[in-house]
């Protein structure tokens, strides 16, 4: 079973097989600023598990809280925020679910967790069931 995605302009198409590891909500400023919206969803899926099958992603490199790398990939086109990978999590990719085709930008309807809810929008409450971490892990 492999999940695909793609890009607004369609340059840019991608796939992972298998379920996700882990679904999450991301809060951080980085997550707002690099897609203008309030949160990033992801499915965070082992590396080896995602392929980009069309099109060359750019890059943008973030230094996170930790000091490490946070690469992000995205369309240089239409600029699509596609997926990021961290350098603190080495064997996985977080795809933003977003841009997921077919309906699997819902990720099923479950959110494992949320990450930096110390930085969620006021007008936004925690998923129910969903771990909620202040920063990162
Ligand atoms: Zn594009
Ligand atoms: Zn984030």
Not at 21 to 36: E, M, P, R
Request: proline share 4%; charged share 20%; hydrophobic share 30%.
């Amino acid at each position: 079973m492999s999940t695909k995605g793609s890009c607004m302009c369609g340059d840019i198409k991608y796939e992972y097989t298998g379920e996700p590891a882990v679904t999450a909500l991301c809060h951080c400023t980085d997550c707002q600023k690099w897609t203008g919206a309030a949160y990033t969803s992801n499915a965070v899926v082992p590396r080896e598990n995602f392929k980009v099958t069309s099109g060359s992603p750019k890059t943008w490199d973030v230094k996170g809280a930790s000091g490490k790398s946070n690469k992000h990939f995205f369309c240089g086109q239409c600029g699509s925020s596609l997926y990021t990978e961290l350098e603190a999590m080495p064997d996985v990719t977080c795809v933003k679910a977003g841009g997921l085709d077919g309906g699997a930008a819902s990720l099923g309807g479950k959110i494992g967790v949320e990450f930096y809810t110390k930085d969620r929008v006021g007008y936004l409450q925690g998923v129910e069931g969903a771990k909620q971490e202040p920063q990162f892990g």
